[in-house]
């Protein structure tokens, strides 16, 4: 990211001293970039990893950015839970960190400008969080399977985030169900087409010429996927029937739930 390499999965617990404060400073410089272009009380939402969030969240911090705690994506993953490297059959009963099962989904918030939250949100619309619906909040854990072959076959980026989740998360962000959502790191589009299927007016950046390129007809694709799907539920779709090469047609399925979707 800004211009630095994508390594293939880093040890967090390895990074030196210089890299940490590189970490933090890119995210200082971002939060930097931000603060003007948006209006008091609008809120960022990043996915994070649980070793880097303190940095990420110092950086944005020191830009001036209120840290709001983060939603957790709840998901099989498969990073951690490892032995020690190269002592494996001396330590059987050693992991050095826990196995991943969530992604920290960070928000921050630029300070209101008004006296109270009902008055930010009066004159911009800004300052708080859209309700799942008028009975349930929104919650800080999500359940999220890995996303689906069917969203990833549209085009090949390596951290392309699941529609389900990026409906809930970018609905969440304009309270009012007004203004405008910013993604500076566009990436497959998937954040766009989460906007346009929720019926939010979104932009994008993307510095990839190759992922620039491809924007326009991935979101018109993810878009047009699970119709009704528009973040106003935490339910996850089903999925339709995948033919396999014998010709054989797996029952539509529901992506397993990790821990029991909280009400
Ligand atoms: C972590 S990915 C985002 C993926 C996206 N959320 C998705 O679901 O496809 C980050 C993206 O930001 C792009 N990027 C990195 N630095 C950038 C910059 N300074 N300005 C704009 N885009 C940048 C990369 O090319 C990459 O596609």
Redesign the pocket.
């Known amino acids: 990211?800004?211009?630095s390499q994508r390594d293939p999965l880093p040890r967090f617990t390895t990074l030196s001293a210089t890299e940490r404060e590189h970490v933090r400073l890119y995210f200082k410089e971002l939060g930097d970039a931000l603060m003007p272009v948006l209006v008091p009380g609008a809120h960022i939402i990043l996915?994070g990893t649980p070793m880097l969030q303190h940095l990420v969240q110092s950086g944005f911090a020191e830009a001036g950015f209120e840290v709001r705690g983060a939603i957790m994506r709840l998901y099989r993953g498969f990073r951690g839970g490892d032995r020690p490297k190269n002592a494996e059959t001396e330590f059987p009963e050693v992991c050095v960190t826990p196995r991943g099962n969530y992604e920290p989904w960070m928000l921050f918030r630029k300070p209101i400008s008004e006296r109270t939250v009902a008055d930010n949100l009066r004159k911009w619309g800004t300052g708080a969080l859209r309700r799942i619906g008028v009975d349930q909040p929104l919650p800080d854990i999500i359940q999220s399977g890995k996303t689906p072959a069917l969203e990833e076959a549209i085009f090949d980026?390596?951290?392309?985030?699941p529609q389900h989740l990026?409906r809930i998360l970018v609905r969440a962000l304009l309270p009012m169900g007004e203004g405008w959502i910013l993604?500076?790191?566009?990436?497959?589009?998937?954040?766009i087409a989460a906007c346009q299927a929720v019926g939010y007016d979104s932009m994008g950046?993307?510095?990839?010429d190759e992922?620039f390129a491809a924007l326009e007809g991935n979101i018109r694709t993810l878009a047009a996927m699970y119709p009704g799907l528009n973040g106003a539920s935490l339910e996850q779709p089903v999925m339709p029937a995948v033919k396999h090469g014998s010709g054989a047609i797996s029952a539509p399925s529901r992506q397993q739930p990790l821990f029991a979707t909280p009400a």
């Open positions: 990211m800004g211009g996915a980026h390596p951290t392309m985030k990026l993604e500076p790191f566009a990436g497959s589009g998937s954040t950046i993307e510095l990839d992922y």
